[in-house]
């Protein structure tokens, strides 16, 4: 048992941190861009889960998660 973490973990994090601001500012914003919002939000929830997963994966939880979600 060890963390499972790659080189590429970071820049996933760097990631998900700079789609936060964008969608900070667009929330801030008084007049919003629609496409952006949106995009900013999917990308944000996407980037959320595959985060929450990648820590899971870091504590070796992630194996027995997924059989607990797809059954094995």
Do not use: C, H, K
Request: proline share 3%; no cysteine.
């Amino acid at each position: 048992m060890g963390l499972n973490f790659t080189g590429y973990d970071p820049f996933m994090i760097l990631f998900t941190v700079f789609i936060v601001w964008g969608f900070i500012r667009q929330v801030r914003m008084p007049e919003r861009n629609g496409f952006a919002f949106g995009f900013a939000a999917v990308s944000l929830l996407v980037f959320g889960l595959v985060d929450v997963l990648m820590v899971m994966n870091w504590f070796d939880v992630l194996d027995s998660f997924s059989a607990w979600i797809f059954g094995a």
